[in-house]
């Protein structure tokens, strides 16, 4: 196999984890975000939100994507670091 065709080869199986790996992070984003906001948001579920449950509820749900948003941009930057420097 030539130097070419390995690193084109590598740089595919780099691309597919980074897919695979932002899928699995999105989902677990979610679960976290079900687990923590609605617990900390709705201490008393009942047939509807309240409009405090609400707020907090989209409050604390963005809190969680931005730090989301912050950490996998800083991921992908050092993957892409690694790619350069192998």
Do not use: H
Not at 29 to 34: A, C, D, Q, V
Not at 58 to 76: G, H, I, R, S
């Amino acid at each position: 196999m030539s130097d070419s065709t390995s690193e084109t080869v590598k740089k595919a199986i780099i691309k597919q984890v980074l897919i695979e790996s932002q899928s699995a992070n999105a989902r677990t984003l979610m679960e976290k975000i079900g687990e923590n906001c609605f617990t900390s948001c709705v201490p008393k579920p009942g047939s509807s939100l309240s409009n405090s449950e609400k707020t907090c509820v989209t409050q604390c749900t963005e809190k969680y994507m931005a730090a989301w948003n912050v950490v996998n941009t800083t991921y992908l930057r050092r993957i892409q670091q690694e790619m350069g420097n192998q």
